[in-house]
């Protein structure tokens, strides 16, 4: 049952915004906000594929996410300290996924999307959503060739980095659909330059990382109550890293075209 629910989530997550808005119509039309609203035999499919501590609602899912992924036994005085110091003070239980027998992912955190699908679906007007996208695509496309006619080769890796953050700042604001806020082993850690401090992933229409970085607990809550526009200026966002298929050379990466875009 797992294999063929992960084969059904992940087609789905492939259709992208486009293809999957005739299941948004119909799930609105039809004010299928919960469970409970649904037909009897949409339930019973339902309880086969959906564990009960994840379908209790469907249509909560601009929520923005904390996931656990870490659950080894060094990690639980971190994790109680945590939840108990900062995240209990704004965040709604349904907001964190903490259960080692769902989420225990380790370094594969994207699996959370073939748990739960409906992260990746978007309140926005889809063909709005298109448009603008295309138009931030034609800004960036115009200042890559900018860029490229006075290239300087003498740029080091981290100037580079940085020019493609600039140039790609509105296109990827417009890709990074949604985002989520991870506790990992890192995250959990007694020592390093990165304990205490939560994975903040935004991603795409697919679930891919479009932007990440690494920011403190305290802030990463106080941001939660945040969408991502509020977060331009902000860390986390105007110096984070660039997700692989969107970093130079990759597939939704400069140097871009102007027929890239949409559904990826």
Same mark, same amino acid.
């Given at each position: 049952?797992?294999?063929?629910?992960?084969?059904?989530?992940?087609?789905?997550?492939?259709?992208?915004?486009?293809?999957?808005?005739?299941?948004?119509?119909?799930?609105?039309?039809?004010? *299928?906000?919960?469970?409970? @609203?649904?037909?009897?035999?949409?339930?019973?499919?339902?309880?086969?594929?959906?564990?009960?501590?994840?379908?209790?609602?469907?249509?909560?899912?601009?929520?923005?996410?904390?996931?656990?992924?870490?659950?080894?036994?060094?990690? +639980?005085?971190?994790?109680?300290?945590?939840?108990?110091?900062?995240?209990?003070?704004?965040? /709604? +239980?349904?907001?964190?996924?903490?259960?080692?027998? *769902?989420?225990?992912?380790? =370094?594969?955190?994207?699996?959370?999307? *073939?748990?739960?699908?409906?992260?990746? /679906?978007?309140?926005?007007?889809?063909?709005?959503? +298109?448009?603008?996208?295309? #138009? $931030?695509?034609?800004?960036?496309?115009? %200042?890559?060739?900018?860029?490229?006619?006075?290239?300087? @080769?003498?740029?080091?890796?981290?100037?580079?980095? @940085?020019?493609?953050?600039?140039? #790609?700042?509105?296109?990827?604001?417009?890709? %990074? *659909?949604?985002?989520?806020?991870?506790?990992?082993? !890192?995250?959990?850690?007694?020592?390093?330059?990165?304990?205490?401090?939560? =994975?903040?992933?935004?991603?795409?229409?697919?679930?891919?990382?479009?932007?990440? $970085?690494?920011?403190?607990?305290?802030?990463?809550?106080?941001?939660?109550?945040? !969408?991502?526009? &509020?977060?331009?200026?902000?860390?986390?966002?105007? &110096? $984070?890293?660039?997700? /692989?298929?969107?970093?130079?050379?990759?597939? =939704?990466?400069?140097? &871009?075209?102007?027929?890239?875009?949409?559904?990826?």
């Amino acid at each position: 049952m797992e294999a063929q629910r992960e084969q059904i989530f992940s087609e789905f997550i492939q259709l992208g915004v486009r293809s999957r808005e005739p299941y948004r119509i119909q799930k609105r039309q039809n004010r *299928l906000n919960y469970v409970d @609203d649904l037909p009897a035999d949409s339930q019973e499919l339902l309880q086969r594929v959906r564990q009960p501590d994840i379908r209790r609602d469907i249509v909560n899912n601009q929520l923005i996410l904390w996931l656990r992924t870490c659950y080894g036994p060094d990690s +639980e005085p971190a994790w109680n300290t945590s939840h108990d110091e900062e995240m209990s003070r704004l965040l /709604e +239980e349904d907001m964190i996924c903490n259960d080692e027998s *769902l989420y225990n992912f380790g =370094l594969n955190w994207e699996r959370i999307f *073939l748990l739960r699908p409906e992260i990746l /679906e978007t309140g926005r007007n889809v063909q709005k959503y +298109e448009e603008e996208t295309q #138009s $931030a695509l034609s800004e960036v496309v115009e %200042s890559e060739a900018n860029s490229s006619q006075g290239a300087d @080769d003498s740029l080091d890796p981290v100037e580079a980095l @940085d020019m493609d953050r600039d140039i #790609s700042f509105s296109y990827h604001r417009m890709r %990074s *659909l949604n985002r989520i806020h991870i506790v990992d082993a !890192t995250t959990l850690a007694s020592d390093g330059p990165d304990a205490g401090k939560v =994975l903040i992933v935004f991603f795409d229409e697919l679930g891919q990382t479009v932007r990440y $970085a690494r920011d403190e607990l305290d802030e990463a809550v106080e941001h939660t109550a945040l !969408t991502n526009i &509020y977060l331009e200026d902000h860390l986390c966002w105007a &110096y $984070a890293n660039i997700g /692989e298929l969107y970093q130079r050379g990759h597939p =939704l990466g400069p140097p &871009y075209s102007e027929n890239f875009g949409g559904d990826s």
